[in-house]
Nanobody, 124 residues
């Protein structure tokens, strides 16, 4: 089993920045691709960004391209999401996700492990 814990959420004004961290524990050798998803009130959970195990492949949702950067440090069992130029529509609970046998994860149904979520609120 793998446990994922997010940190770094909070309240920020529009145009500001935040960095989310996802820390993995347990059988960390058993997961491959990792992603960030988010869920706003009344909306479905949506893909934000994904990264392969060797960081050679990264993909982003169109809504965050050019503003968010995903990265990971396998030696520290951590993944990051640097969020710049934040907008009120970025307000959501952000979830860390990992998959056992997928290089990258864009669909929530491919996720094997979820974190508990971190609230990000962007005020206008």
């Amino acid at each position: 089993q793998v446990q994922l814990v997010e940190s770094g959420g909070g309240v920020v004004q529009a145009g500001g920045s935040l960095r989310l961290t996802c820390t993995a524990s347990g059988r960390t050798v058993s997961y491959d691709g990792m992603s960030w998803f988010r869920q706003a009130p009344g909306k479905e959970r949506e893909f934000v960004a994904t990264i392969s195990r060797n960081s050679g492949r990264r993909d982003y949702a169109d809504s965050v391209k050019g503003r968010f950067t995903i990265s990971r440090d396998n030696a520290k069992n951590t993944m990051y999401l640097q969020m710049n130029s934040l907008k009120p529509e970025d307000t959501a609970v952000y979830y860390c996700a990992a998959a056992r046998a997928a290089m990258t994860i864009i669909e929530a149904r491919r996720v094997d492990y979820w974190g508990q979520g971190a609230q990000v609120t962007v005020s206008s």
